[in-house]
C-alpha cells in the first residue's frame, strides 16, 4: 500500500454518511467497503471505499 490513507471507522462513518454500528452491521453481513482489522482497530483504504462506491453506483 504506497501512501493510501487509511481511515478509522469513524472517518470512514462520516465519509459514507452512516454510523459506524452501520459499517460494524455490514462486515457481519459481508457487505459495504472492505475493510482492514490490525488487533482490535478497524481501518478503510480512502480507495476502496472509493470503489465499492462505483461498485454500487448503478445497483439502487
Do not use: C, F, H
Request: charge should be positive; proline fraction near 3%; glycine fraction near 6%.
Amino acid at each position: 500500500m504506497n501512501n493510501e490513507q487509511l481511515l478509522s471507522s469513524s472517518d470512514a462513518a462520516k465519509i459514507l454518511n452512516v454510523s459506524i454500528r452501520t459499517l460494524g452491521r455490514w462486515a457481519r453481513l459481508r457487505k459495504g467497503p472492505p475493510r482492514i482489522k490490525v488487533g482490535r482497530t478497524i481501518y478503510y483504504r480512502m480507495d476502496a471505499i472509493d470503489q465499492w462506491l462505483l461498485s454500487i453506483e448503478g445497483a439502487a
